[in-house]
T-cell receptor, first 113, second 116 residues
Framework: EAGVAQSPRYKIIEKRQSVAFWCNPI?????LYWYQQILGQGPKLLIQ????????DSQLPKDRFSAERLKGVDSTLKIQPAKLEDSAVYLC???????????FGQGTRLTVV | AQTVTQSQPEMSVQEAETVTLSCTYD???????LFWYKQPPSRQMILVIR??????QNATENRFSVNFQKAAKSFSLKISDSQLGDAAMYFC?????????????FGKGTKLSVKP
């Protein structure tokens, strides 16, 4: 079974620029998560999808972050414009449903300079 | 609010010895799952072990076992016969079984070092 795929692995941008991350979950997994992990901290949930609908985006900074999951499969997370404090690892995860263990991709390390 | 607390930012263990990582959580729900994830320097989160709250028996996976105390809301991870490859960040996580949401909530992690 293929795992969760994320791209790119690394990204360096200047503040006020925009950036997009892509995630392809495990086939058949209905739930998809985007987490932000700042260095030295645990992952913080940004948004959770159930199929192509949003279950929870309460911690997503909606003035600059957006995410979509077209057709309930792949997902993109966008930041526009980026701030220095957005420097973090962005993790995508998927699970069969919203109550089971999540499987994670390798993450995208974003550096905003 | 649902929270997960890992009180040990760092732990160290000698190779082949046993180490226990602590985790407490807070929830008003009665049905939930608990997990321990391992995150090596490669960054990818790997599931180590899971525990269903309705099960009284503690979960085990080879050298990894948990001590689940539901009344105390405690969920510690024991690693036996520690190996160099066990060195990583370990995160305790929690998800409600019931309700419309199933947010997977993480603690801040414990960095485990293994000494040869």
């Amino acid at each position: 079974e293929a795992g969760v795929a994320q791209s790119p692995r690394y990204k360096i941008i200047e503040k006020r620029q925009s950036v997009a991350f892509w995630c392809n979950p495990i086939s058949g997994h209905a739930t998809l998560y985007w987490y932000q992990q700042i260095l030295g901290q645990g992952p913080k949930l940004l948004i959770q999808f159930q199929n192509n609908g949003v279950v929870d985006d309460s911690q997503l900074p909606k003035d600059r972050f957006s995410a979509e999951r077209l057709k309930g499969v792949d997902s993109t997370l966008k930041i526009q414009p980026a701030k220095l404090e957005d420097s973090a690892v962005y993790l995508c995860a998927s699970s069969r449903n919203k109550w089971t263990e999540a499987f994670f991709g390798q993450g995208t390390r974003l550096t905003v300079v | 609010a649902q929270t997960v607390t890992q009180s040990q930012p760092e732990m160290s263990v000698q190779e082949a010895e046993t180490v226990t990582l602590s985790c407490t959580y807070d929830t008003s729900e009665s049905d939930y799952y608990l997990f321990w994830y391992k995150q090596p320097p490669s960054r990818q989160m790997i599931l180590v072990i899971r525990q269903e709250a309705y099960k009284q028996q503690n979960a085990t996976e080879n050298r990894f076992s948990v001590n689940f105390q539901k009344a105390a809301k405690s969920f510690s991870l024991k690693i036996s016969d520690s190996q160099l490859g066990d060195a990583a960040m370990y995160f305790c996580a929690f998800v409600n079984y019931g309700g419309s949401q199933g947010n997977l909530i993480f603690g801040k992690g414990t960095k485990l070092s293994v000494k040869p």
